[in-house]
């Protein structure tokens, strides 16, 4: 089996490409500066509620969730050793759907299903918690999404 000139190039950079789409950030913008999303994923946590219009890329979906000011947020809380989510931000949930795998101090993994309706809006790690503690935040309300998801 041979290569042509170029052919493996080619691959190589479009392999690449794949990959490296899997590690592109989620940006948050809040009245339409960048902000921090750890700090205002606290923030959004502590209130249950958004105080301004808020703007959710994640870039790995090329997708944007616009938040209206008083929407209010579903939190949904996981706690364990590992957490091993299958949603995203900007993915869509219905009450039941299957969100994640917790691992648990005994071993155990647990699968949790999402209590909520509507879109994903961040994905949370509290690193000072023992154990480890996750949290989903859903918005069903005043969401406008922009490309995938």
Do not use: Q, W
Not at 30 to 56: K, N, P, Q
Not at 103 to 118: A, D, I, L, M
């Amino acid at each position: 089996m041979s290569i042509k000139p170029g052919e493996a190039t080619a691959k190589v950079l479009r392999d690449i490409e794949e990959i490296s789409r899997y590690y592109k950030p989620v940006r948050c913008y809040v009245g339409g500066s960048e902000a921090s999303c750890f700090d205002l994923a606290r923030e959004l946590i502590s209130r249950g509620t958004a105080d301004h219009g808020l703007t959710i890329c994640n870039e790995r979906k090329s997708a944007c969730l616009n938040v209206g000011a008083g929407s209010r947020l579903d939190i949904l809380e996981l706690s364990g050793v590992e957490v091993y989510f299958l949603v995203d931000v900007a993915d869509r949930v219905r009450p039941g759907d299957l969100i994640a795998y917790v691992v648990t101090n005994k071993g155990e993994v647990r699968s949790v299903r999402s209590e909520f309706e509507g879109r994903v809006l961040l994905l949370h790690e509290d690193p000072t918690s023992k154990p480890l503690k996750y949290f989903v935040v859903v918005t069903g309300e005043g969401v406008g999404a922009d490309g995938g998801g």
